[in-house]
């Protein structure tokens, strides 16, 4: 019973829960390349790595979904799930849900005192681009960027003014809406104004019409979920930018809704705000982010409140020289950002913290030649009381072939990685170790992509990857000493990804795919007390070692129909692999048409998800829904007016 | 004709012992199942990750088969498992999950492990002991919804075994614990955090609280020893307590260190022992203690020399062969050990079990 008393509060501190204007173009649906977002992430600065853009048209088929669908669909990412609606976390080639850093705009929205994101709070209606970055990007991005990164951006819009609003009802009584509207006006000859209002509403009922599957419980619980999202763009023609960012977020979990004794609340509440200015090469932003999260069981009504405020202010400059006989372009960019925590927890044994982090970096960029491109890059990360290791990486391209018709690029990357320890981890009261170590990894990645015209209507994209991810100084709850955090594991992890784009257009056909398989060992290497020998050399737990997504569409005129499939292996849910959670295939159908009445335009979707009716499980060891239906309509109205100039 | 009369009364006898045979088998058979005798290990797993199991091995084994009831129901029983009694041809399991409104009691065959049913919420919730007492009745401690943490919201269910339906609950605060049943009474400790301080004594006939008897901490009662007296763990105290009158015979002090709780009493095969572990939590929240052994008619508890220099997460004595049976639980992220001893805490060997092995029980 004090275990039990112990559990409750050890996955309160890991999981946080007692803390207190679109295009409608039908294109691939991904891109392989890194693409140049100014501003906002310096993906430029990527070089050698791999990042995964995601277009307009994947974004709007999951609308009304969290970002954790997509991406399950998409990437090798491997979700750790609580049950439908709930706790959703992530982990990235083989790493553990502290190592994915969630940027919005830039900024590192990881909860600051729990070092993650519960993917359930994250809606796909919360932005408007999305790019995953695979491997350490330490160097570029800070904290966290160990697994890979998750980048979320708002983009501005045209002139004119579009309006939307859209409804999905799904099975079991679980619904969303959203309103948005998009308008972007010339105020002068120099400047024009742009934004995008949206606000979207949930609730997930859950009511399902059986209690079980296969003698598996389901769990009861209810979700609602709202949230607004305000941009700003000012745009100058001589190329200066003013913009405004505002996301609030608001996620309410009742588990147990029916139990009134012992069911369990969760509120998970996010303001996030953020001002940003651009001249020429030179950015400045700031923003503020307050995350709350409030947990209580039965009535509700003395709920553990925590509060976490997190000011942040980057600079950064970028410089250009073109040196040698070639003029062969030298990018930098240097920049500093300081933040400061504030955070007041029931948990923590002071009732206020307060720590300043500091960041400087350099980031380097050099086309050698037209197939050659370097990228060097250094961070150096200023916090209280410890300071993590100097931040390198260093990334290569090189075309290996170039002609018209295919294209081939070996490209490579070493980078360094660390991760700050959470605020929980140090000031969590008795548990807590204020002398933690931040996490330290070095990772090392090569890979091939190739682009093949194959004909003149059909285009193949294929890249592989092979990663090799030591981890130093993880940290772990460590089970032996009454859950007390400890810089306790060594991992490594290693593993090979392959993507596969397909697409041909034949005028009315068009048709796509994109197929993903991903190999992930992910071992604990060090040995720490008598009984972990038996861990060592066995696969992380809840990290599958063979994941495949595949999403296939057949687009005729006006009708798309997309078929959709994840397959995960076996998932160890011990830490010495004698336990573990069976593998399974998820397959969703969806079909698609729109149609134009003039300046309205309506887009109707219909899904079937988990179209096999395939029994599988969570990680609290219930089952997971069966088949369910959704049917959405979006009604869309554009003016005439799209251009500014 | 002596020979006729020879072979007659052969052919009686065998006619006779077949007859006795046959009507023995009949009138007793016996159970079939792969579970009919052996050690049952309870697992009570990650809480969180409701993977509670109940491994299994014959006295003679030196590997366990987990988790039986999910070879046998192709299901797993879907919470830490808290506690399992047998009366006859039924099991009981007491399965506690994270969530509120999926505990049970999991009735089964107890010797072929099949499922039969199941009493859930709300008569079932934070179930922790199990006892089968008179007239076809279990006891099952639960907590309650205990949503606060507070202790106030306890019961003892009692389970009508034909039925298979709680027939009653009967209110305990602090938090009811460990349960001794013995001649139509059954004992109810409470959890050291409820910070209850009384021994509920309950008629099983009537299902009526008919004493409280005031003891010095929270009371784990431990069971009746070789001269009929009920013992039971009081904060740090062992005390001897007379079944008829209540009183409280004798107190002896488990030691004088105030920082060591003591824990996992259990009796003798012979019933004249107990073995406990006493244990204390160090600055750097490392677990440390022994295990020791007093007898009961000791007039105090020598904890200067241990028997075993050993804390576990589980301890009982297997009534048949006297072996003293020890749970290890390395993490509650990892495979356990049911480490067995003899009873001067000589090492025989180790099985590995489930998650967080916490209780046995010997069939």
């Known amino acids: 019973m004090i275990i039990n008393r112990i559990l409750v509060i050890l996955f309160s501190i890991t999981t946080g829960i007692l803390l207190s204007g679109k295009t409608y173009a039908q294109k691939d649906s991904i891109r392989l390349e890194p693409v140049i977002v100014q501003g906002f992430v310096p993906v430029k600065f990527m070089s050698g790595l791999k990042v995964q853009k995601f277009d307009s048209t994947t974004l709007s088929q999951f609308k009304f979904r969290n970002i954790s669908d997509l991406l399950s669909l998409y990437t090798p990412i491997a979700f750790k799930n609580y049950g439908p609606g709930q706790l959703n976390t992530a982990s990235f080639r083989g790493t553990s849900s502290n190592h994915t850093a969630v940027l919005w705009n830039g900024l ?18 919360g932005f408007d681009q999305l790019s995953v970055q695979y491997g350490s990007a330490a160097s570029i991005v800070g904290t966290d960027a160990v697994g890979g990164s998750i980048l979320l951006g708002s983009s501005p819009v045209n002139a004119g003014f579009n309006a939307s609003v859209g409804h999905q009802h799904e099975s079991f009584d679980n619904y969303q809406s959203q309103v948005s509207a998009n308008y972007g006006v010339k105020l002068n000859d120099i400047w024009k104004i742009s934004g995008k209002t949206n606000a979207y509403y949930g609730m997930t009922n859950n009511h399902f019409p059986y209690s079980q599957r296969r003698g598996y419980s389901i769990l009861p619980s209810e979700t609602f979920q709202k949230g607004l999202v305000q941009d700003l763009f000012l745009q100058s023609k001589n190329d200066q930018e003013l913009s405004a960012h505002i996301w609030l977020t608001n996620n309410k979990l009742t588990i147990a809704p029916n139990e009134l004794a012992g069911r369990e609340l969760t509120l998970t509440e996010a303001y996030r705000t953020m001002l940003r200015y651009r001249f020429k090469d030179l950015a400045l932003r700031t923003s503020w982010v307050r995350d709350i999260i409030d947990y209580a069981k039965s009535d509700f009504k003395n709920p553990d409140h925590a509060v976490t405020d997190k000011f942040s202010n980057r600079i950064e400059k970028d410089f250009q020289w073109n040196i040698g006989t070639n003029g062969n372009a030298v990018q930098v960019k240097a920049g500093a950002e300081w933040t400061h925590f504030r955070a007041k927890l029931s948990g923590y044994k002071n009732p206020l913290i307060t720590e300043n982090r500091g960041d400087l970096f350099l980031l380097t960029r050099f086309q050698v030649t037209q197939r050659v491109l370097l990228s060097l890059n250094l961070r150096q990360a200023l916090i209280t009381r410890f300071n993590p290791p100097v931040t390198p990486s260093f990334g290569g391209e090189y075309i290996l ?116 398989y991903a190999f992930n060992n992910s071992t604990q290497e060090k040995s720490y007390d008598a009984y972990s020998a038996e861990i060592v050399g066995k696969q992380l737990v809840f990290v599958p070692m063979h994941s495949g997504n595949g999403n296939v569409y057949v687009l005729y005129k006006k009708w798309k129909v997309t078929g959709q499939l994840q397959a995960f292996s076996k998932r160890y849910s011990t830490f010495d692999n004698s336990q573990f959670l069976p593998g399974y295939t998820l397959v969703n159908m969806l079909t698609e048409t729109t149609l134009n009445l003039n300046r309205i335009r309506l887009l109707i979707q219909g899904r079937v998800d988990n179209l096999a009716n395939t029994f599988y499980l969570n990680v609290r060891n219930n089952a997971m829904p069966g088949r369910s239906f959704a049917l959405s309509l979006v009604v869309n109205y554009r003016s005439t007016k799209n251009n500014f100039y | ?156 269910a009692v389970i009508d075994l034909g039925s298979h339906k709680v027939t009653k609950k009967i209110a305990i605060t602090g938090g009811p614990e460990n349960l001794v049943y013995n001649n139509g009474k059954l004992f109810v400790g409470t959890n050291s955090d409820g910070g209850g301080k009384t021994l509920t004594v309950i008629n099983t006939t009537s299902d009526d609280v008919v004493k409280t008897i005031t003891v010095p901490g929270s009371a784990t009662p431990i069971g009746i020893d070789a001269n009929g007296k009920l013992w039971a763990g009081a904060g740090t105290n062992a005390l001897k307590i007379n079944v008829d009158s209540y009183a409280i015979e004798s107190t002896l002090p488990i030691g004088s260190d105030s920082k060591k709780s003591a824990r996992n009493f259990a009796l003798s095969a012979d019933l004249k022992s107990i073995f406990f572990v006493l244990s204390y939590f160090d600055a750097n929240y490392v677990s440390h203690g022994e295990t020791y052994k007093f007898g009961v008619t000791d007039t105090q508890i020598n904890v200067a020399t241990p028997l075993i220099k050993r804390v576990f997460s589980g301890l009982s004595v297997d009534p048949s062969q006297g072996l003293i049976y020890a749970g290890v639980t390395p993490s509650y992220a990892q495979a356990g050990y049911a480490v067995r001893y003899r009873g001067d805490g000589s090492l025989v060997d180790s099985i590995k079990v489930g998650v967080a092995p916490t209780g046995f029980f010997f069939k």
Not at chain 1, 444 to 470: C, F, K, P, V
Not at chain 2, 40 to 67: C, H, K, M, P, Y
Request: some cysteine; hydrophobic content about 35%; overall charge positive.
């Open chain 1, 108 to 125: 590192n929205i990881n909860s600051p005192s729990l070092g993650q994101t519960d993917f359930s709070t994250i809606p796909v209606a």
């Open chain 2, 1 to 156: 004709m002596n020979n006729m009369k020879k072979q007659l009364t052969r052919v009686a006898a065998l006619v006779a012992f077949s007859l006795v045979f046959w009507s023995c088998n009949q009138s007793d058979p016996a159970p079939k199942g792969d579970y009919v005798k052996g050690v049952f290990v309870l697992n009570e797993g990650n809480f969180f990750q409701n993977n509670g199991a109940i491994s299994f091995f014959t006295r003679e084994e030196t590997t366990s088969q987990d988790d039986i009831f999910s070879r046998v129901n192709g299901k797993v029983l879907g919470g830490g498992v808290q506690g399992y009694a047998v009366a006859g041809e039924k099991g009981l399991i007491l399965v506690d999950n994270s969530a509120a409104g999926l505990d049970k009691v999991e009735i089964i065959n107890s010797n072929t492990f099949q499922d039969l049913t199941s009493i859930g919420a709300p008569d079932i919730e934070n179930p922790r002991e199990i006892v089968i007492g008179n007239n076809n009745k279990a006891y099952v401690s639960c907590w309650g919804a205990n949503a606060d943490y507070k202790y106030t919201t306890g019961y003892i």
């Open chain 1, 401 to 516: 072939i170039q002609k018209h018709f295919y294209h081939l690029k070996l490209k490579g990357s070493i980078a360094r990685s660390y991760r700050v320890p959470t605020l929980n981890e140090r000031y969590w009261k008795e548990l807590g170790n204020p002398e933690i170590r931040p996490e330290s990894g070095w990772n090392r990645e090569i890979g091939l992509d190739q682009t093949y015209q194959i004909t003149a209507n059909q285009h193949l994209t294929t890249s592989i990857t092979g990663y090799y991810n030591r981890i130093k100084d993880w940290t772990y709850w460590n089970p032996a000493r009454n859950y007390r955090v400890e810089n306790l594991k060594q991992v490594l992890a290693k593993g090979i990804e392959f993507q596969l784009g397909w697409k041909s257009n034949y005028g009315v056909l068009r048709s796509g795919a994109n197929l993903g």
